[in-house]
């Protein structure tokens, strides 16, 4: 099979972890017989420094015309600590998510068994753990109306939602967990908020038709407690942007790492896959970013982009190897271990392909 994949780096650590991806891809594409055409694309920082905005005309076309697109990270503290500043990264990545209809971000979370006792959380509370997260992605607070008055003395942040943007991320979840174990849980603050009602009377109008999955209501801050109390009691959470934003974060450290977790976000057009973590700025060019959640993320692009589901396990089997042989960068070196390079992580993975 024959696959065109945009290749968007971004910023900070993503063309190095990107870059260990794309290796690890191409020996899976070479031991399988498939062939694999990365094009190359700005967005973020460096696309604002290159030609004035954060996600160009010519990176939307490359996208657009892609099977797949490969995701780093975008972010620069040049723009994050001046917050005047009219151009941002992060507006490239919203208006990414906008023009290519992703409306849907699916991010896991689970535990590696040779990583358990990494977690901040104890291992009674996380063995077991296997969840994953539907956050809704085009829409709420974070596209909303907003704005200055009163002389700039008050902000106002509007969060809107429609009946089918909601219905359209429900449907994912219905979805999903039929193909797990059937429970699903609508993750509101419907006792406060207009917004999350509608999503609750949504969700709870779609149940009759899917009869097998039992659906659970739960306010965002129990779910924040619940998460690092009882985490294997979820399995698929539905939410919205900000409250999605703030609780994949709160879960991803769950496996011990950031530097972990991959994640997908879904819906009209062309899927994108990306790492959760940031730019982590401050590793830039050091060569010590954890380039895992990258080569995950490559994993679920060749199964759920591609349906290509023996490949993408044998990427997570390499990458679990790479785990109980200790080949991993310092964020994850045991004490008085050896903490590898990124890359020289990216080059034992393809090495053991």
Not at 209 to 215: A, D, G, L
Not at 298 to 308: H, K, Q, R, S, T
Request: glycine content about 8%; hydrophobic content about 40%; proline content about 5%.
């Amino acid at each position: 099979m024959k696959f065109n994949i945009a290749l968007l780096a971004g910023d900070g650590i993503g063309p190095e972890v990107i870059n260990e991806a794309v290796k690890v891809s191409d020996a899976i594409a070479k031991k399988f017989n498939h062939e694999i055409n990365w094009t190359p694309a700005l967005t973020g920082a460096c696309a604002i420094d290159a030609v004035g905005v954060p996600y160009p005309d010519e990176t939307h076309e490359i996208c657009m015309a892609a099977d797949a697109v490969l995701f780093g990270a975008i972010g620069h503290p040049k723009y994050d600590n001046d917050p005047s500043a009219p151009v941002r990264p992060e507006q490239g990545l919203l208006l990414m998510r906008k023009k290519l209809g992703l409306f849907a971000n699916v991010r896991p979370t689970f535990t590696f068994p040779s990583l358990i006792d990494n977690s901040p959380l104890k291992r009674e509370r996380i063995e077991g753990t296997d969840l994953i997260f539907l956050r809704e992605l085009t829409g709420g607070i974070y596209f909303g109306e907003k704005g200055r008055k009163d002389d700039g003395e008050t902000a106002f942040d509007t969060c809107t939602y429609t009946r089918a943007e909601v219905k359209r991320l429900a449907k994912k979840g219905f979805e999903l967990a039929m193909t797990r174990s059937k429970k699903l849980c609508c993750v509101d603050k419907a006792n406060v908020l207009e917004t999350s009602r509608l999503w609750r009377e949504t969700v709870q109008a779609m149940e009759k038709e899917y009869p097998e999955v039992t659906v659970s209501y739960e306010f965002v801050d129990a779910v924040a407690m619940r998460l690092v109390q009882w985490p294997n009691s979820y399995d698929v959470l539905i939410t919205e942007n900000l409250f999605g934003d703030i609780l994949t974060d709160e879960a991803s450290v769950i496996s011990g790492s950031m530097g972990l977790m991959p994640s997908a976000s879904v819906g009209e057009h062309t899927s994108l896959y990306e790492p959760i973590h940031g730019s982590y700025p401050q590793a830039t060019g050091l060569n010590i970013a954890n380039p895992l959640a990258t080569v995950l993320s490559a994993a679920m692009m060749f199964e759920d982009a591609f349906g290509l589901k023996e490949e993408a396990e044998a990427i997570r089997a390499v990458v679990n190897k790479s785990l109980e042989q200790g080949i991993v960068t310092e964020d994850l070196a045991r004490k008085e271990a050896k903490a590898y390079k990124t890359s020289e992580v990216g080059d034992w993975l393809v090495a053991n392909l």
